[in-house]
Nanobody, 114 residues
């Protein structure tokens, strides 16, 4: 059974940083298939791509986070990360990790104050 557990969200001022973690069980974060990554959903908005792996070594990012956010993974800990820098109020959302194969975590709230 696949389980994803996110953590690391919170309240931060604009310009600050947070690192989100996603601990996986039942699936390896090192798996070489497209789509494992992070999405977010702001209030009243559709869920949108933040960052994902497109292969073992390649990634792609949503346009609004390019240059500020970095996705990574630690295979030994079976954990995926999202380093978020230069945060903006518009980054406020619930952040979800996904395997790219229909499995989602419960989400972690990120709130950026101006």
């Amino acid at each position: 059974q696949v389980q994803l557990v996110e953590s690391g969200g919170g309240l931060v001022q604009a310009g600050g940083s947070l690192r989100l973690s996603c601990v996986a069980s039942g699936i390896a974060v090192s798996a070489d298939f497209m789509g494992m990554g992070w999405y977010r959903q702001g209030a009243g908005k559709p869920r949108e791509l933040v960052a994902r792996f497109t292969s073992r070594l390649s990634t792609n990012y949503g346009d609004s986070v390019k240059g500020r956010f970095t996705i990574s993974r630690d295979n030994a800990k079976n954990t995926m990360y999202l380093q978020m820098n230069s945060l903006k109020p518009e980054d406020t959302a619930i952040y979800y990790c996904t395997t790219g194969r229909g499995h989602w975590g419960q989400g972690t709230q990120v709130t950026v104050s101006s």
